[in-house]
């Protein structure tokens, strides 16, 4: 195990909804885990990089973190097991009909969270 102070941060995204999933929440998460198996299936496989849905309405501590009160995507920065940066994605839900604006609002959240915090995908 490397030190604590030479632990990398990771990138999670996590796919948080209510206990009852609408078809528009079932497809968002769809999209988002279609993304990153496309666009990050390498981060993925070296554990830089992980996808987590949630119900926040049974995890209420995580939703309360991220400050969720209705289905949406958050992107967020671990180190040492701790999440450390956190943007909460909540215009997936009027970008999911665009395809290409949806995965490129997921991929500039993506991107700008490596940038802040050294992230390695």
């Not at 769809?30 to 990153?36: C, R, W």
């Not at 981060?43 to 995580?62: I, K, N």
């Not at 009160?69 to 958050?74: D, F, G, I, M, T």
């Amino acid at each position: 195990a490397l030190p604590p102070s030479a632990a990398k941060t990771s990138i999670r995204v996590y796919y948080l909804h209510s206990t009852f999933r609408c078809a528009t929440c079932n497809t968002i998460e769809k999209m988002t885990k279609a993304l990153l198996d496309r666009e990050y299936r390498t981060a993925l496989s070296a554990g830089e990089m992980s996808f987590r849905d949630v119900d926040f309405q049974t995890d209420e501590a995580l939703a309360k973190q991220f400050g969720v009160v209705a289905s949406c995507v958050v992107v967020a920065a671990e180190k040492d097991g701790r999440t450390v940066d956190f943007r909460r994605l909540d215009e997936v839900w009027t970008r999911m009909k665009d395809a290409a604006d949806f995965d490129r609002y997921l991929n500039d959240a993506i991107a700008a969270m490596k940038r802040r915090t050294g992230g390695t995908p």
